[in-house]
């Protein structure tokens, strides 16, 4: 099984490069981010044409993510307990009893989806940005990733054996290598800050590992349209997949997928992609003796 995961940040604008993309390496699932789009706005039948089917959770023209599979897809879910939501004009929060809002009352946005795939539990994540280090938006990225992580912590300790899977933009480059931008400074910029790395590494206490790393070490998954950053490789890995034991045990290879940032109006994320091996999968295929 082939899965990944693409921030394609606006599919409406994009969608036959994804679904090109999907066909031509041979996709089984995909976890996209910035979708930009209501349900009700989103180019399915590209996808249905092509074999899949989609959940998608998208509020407005911002934010938003999907999961396309060739697979049937149950206990799908929006959002996880304890997400927390975000309002500019803070602190001042809205009805606590009304729909699509946290504990608090403050609105959750539409940043996290899953759904259980042939045993597998998939999410699809876009992390908030953080925007800057003095602003509201960096403390709610803080909360969303703690929140996110205490809930996988509880995940996994109900279900040890779990093949978990957390995908997404997590918009945190976590080591020094992972950050080729000039314009953002360990320690005064948002992505690279020690608070947002700390909160990225806590994923590992909890359980999980990035499957991607130790096959493909080096390569960045984002590149800004402006200052040539592409041309120059001036650009950040902050695109990952995290997985628990059972799921990483599954992984057979894994690619970034940088050339899908050249050519005409591409995504400026590139997909990241895992191979697995589920037992079973080749039962069909033809004994070879020698």
């Known amino acids: ?19 090109d993309w999907l066909v031509r390496e041979d996709i089984d699932v995909l976890a996209m981010q910035e979708i930009k789009c209501k349900p009700a706005q989103f180019p ?9 089917e989609v959940e998608i959770h998208g509020l407005n023209q911002w934010n938003g993510v999907a999961i396309a599979s060739r697979l049937p897809m149950s206990e ?35 940043r996290a989806l899953g759904a259980t795939i042939d045993g597998l539990r ?3 994540l876009y992390v908030p940005n ?4 003095d602003d509201p938006h960096w403390h709610y990225k803080l909360a969303w990733l703690e929140a996110l992580r205490a809930d996988t912590e509880r995940w996994l300790s109900e279900n040890p054996d779990l093949p978990l899977a957390l995908m997404g933009d997590w918009n945190v480059a976590p080591f020094d290598g992972d950050m080729g931008d ?31 790393r130790p096959l493909v070490p080096e390569g960045y998954t984002f590149w800004d ?8 490789n001036e650009g950040m890995r902050i695109d990952f997949i995290l997985a628990s034991r059972a799921f990483a045990d599954l992984v057979t290879d894994a690619s970034i997928h940088r050339d899908e940032r050249k050519g005409d109006g591409p995504s400026d994320h590139v997909p990241v992609v895992v191979d697995i091996q589920l037992e079973g999968e080749d039962d069909d295929m033809p004994m070879i003796f020698g």
């Open 1 to 19: 099984m082939r899965i990944a995961t693409w921030n394609v940040n606006s599919i409406r604008a994009r969608v036959d490069r994804v679904v």
């Open 44 to 52: 399915i039948e590209a996808f249905t044409a092509a074999g899949y």
């Open 76 to 110: 799908v879910t929006h959002e996880f307990a304890g997400m927390p939501g975000f309002a500019k004009k803070a602190p001042v929060p809205l009805d606590p009893e009304a729909p699509g809002t946290d504990a608090l009352g403050y609105p959750l946005e539409a």
């Open 122 to 124: 998939l999410y699809s």
């Open 130 to 133: 953080g925007r800057g280090l």
């Open 182 to 212: 000039p314009s953002f400074s360990v320690g005064n910029s948002t992505h690279v800050s020690p608070e947002e790395r700390a909160a990225f590494h806590a994923f590992e206490a909890a359980g999980l590992s990035d499957v991607v």
């Open 225 to 232: 349209y402006t200052q040539l950053r592409f041309p120059r």
